[in-house]
């Protein structure tokens, strides 16, 4: 992300729509490695389910303090744009082809402008952008003008932000609902999530890259909580074990709302618009075979367009027997914040 943000330059931040084409660009050449790089990584990716462009602001606010890297997508939904050209000389006639490559996102500008006002954020690693990509019919390289938008003989889509929760097991859900306990579905805890509100997404970031160290312990005991709650789930008497683990992750969060609340009425902060938000939150653990089924059932569900929760539910139904393996987590937003 360093690398990408250092390549721009003054007169092409001018342009939103061109600094998202760029960074599809950038990440497609190194989105493998990303994946590899971060399996390795003591802290997890944060997957983005229901979520689009226009919430990218809402989500990137609320959970900067208890997740590591936030990984958002708009999951394949939306316009094919194209960001570049592949080529590759044909082994039988020697003839060069060239294969269009489309990014696939519901409005451009709209994401250009968030990747310039998160920038902070994605130089420090606490969130990023994970572009869905296609690539348009093999032609044969002519003289002639540039290719359009316009990208004929459009494959299927490949959700790659779906391999980053099938590998991490953690994700985040912007939702009307809440999950209901069941066999495959584990509430853990309901709270208050605080945020600094007020500000807008570039002033926020900058706030929020600044005070990532202080920030940074809430996020290695919540991660060090998850680790607990893989066993406390398992436990013989497993209600009261998830009890004891979701009163310490209660304690610490509202010991980081009182700090954020401090922070908030600084001068400094509170001289810009800065107030203390809260919006309800609701971690789950969900069964991965039930949450990666319902999500490979249907694409939809992670864009938003289906709830995601009835979904994993009557994909348990279906498929009766037991699950087993490590649990997935799941932190559910509510839409709109309470003041």
């Known amino acids: 992300m360093n690398k990408f943000y250092d390549s721009l330059r003054k007169e092409d931040k001018s342009s939103a729509q061109d600094v998202a084409r760029e960074y599809g660009r950038e990440v497609e050449a190194h989105y493998r490695r990303l994946l590899r790089a971060k399996t390795v990584a003591a802290s997890p990716y944060y997957v983005g389910l229901s979520s689009d462009v226009g919430s990218f602001t809402h989500v990137t606010k609320r959970v900067t303090l208890v997740t590591d890297t936030m990984l958002l997508s708009d999951h394949g939904v939306g ?20 294969w269009r490559l489309g990014m696939v996102t519901a409005d451009l500008v ?10 902070p954020l994605l130089r420090k690693g606490l969130v990023w952008y994970g572009p869905v990509f296609v690539q348009g019919e093999s032609v044969e390289v002519r003289p002639g003008p540039g290719w359009s938008d316009n990208i004929p003989g459009l494959p299927s889509l490949t959700d790659r932000s779906i391999e980053f929760l099938v590998e991490h097991g953690r994700a985040v859900d912007v939702s009307r609902t809440k999950p209901l306990a069941s066999r495959v579905v584990r509430p853990v805890l309901e709270i208050d999530l605080p945020f600094i509100d007020g500000l807008s997404l570039s002033d926020f970031a900058q706030v929020t890259s600044e005070e990532f160290d202080s920030c940074r312990q809430y996020r290695d005991f919540m991660r060090s909580r998850l680790l607990e709650l893989d066993d406390a789930l398992e436990a013989v008497d497993s209600q009261v074990a998830l009890e004891r683990v979701a009163l310490s992750m209660r304690d610490e969060l509202n010991a980081a709302t009182a700090e954020l609340r401090s922070a908030a009425r600084s001068r400094a902060l509170s001289r810009s618009g800065a107030v203390l938000g809260t919006t309800s939150a609701l971690l789950a653990a969900v069964r991965p075979e039930a949450l990666q089924g319902a999500l490979a059932a249907s694409a939809t569900i992670a864009a938003g367009a289906t709830g995601l929760w009835p979904t994993v539910q009557a994909f348990a139904d279906i498929n009766s027997e037991r699950t087993h393996g490590k649990w997935h987590y799941v932190w559910v937003l509510q839409r709109k914040a309470a003041p």
């Open 79 to 98: 316009t094919v744009h194209q960001v570049g050209i592949h080529t590759a000389t044909n082994a039988h006639d020697y003839t060069d082809v060239a």
């Open 110 to 119: 709209e994401l250009g402008q968030w990747l310039l006002d998160a920038e």
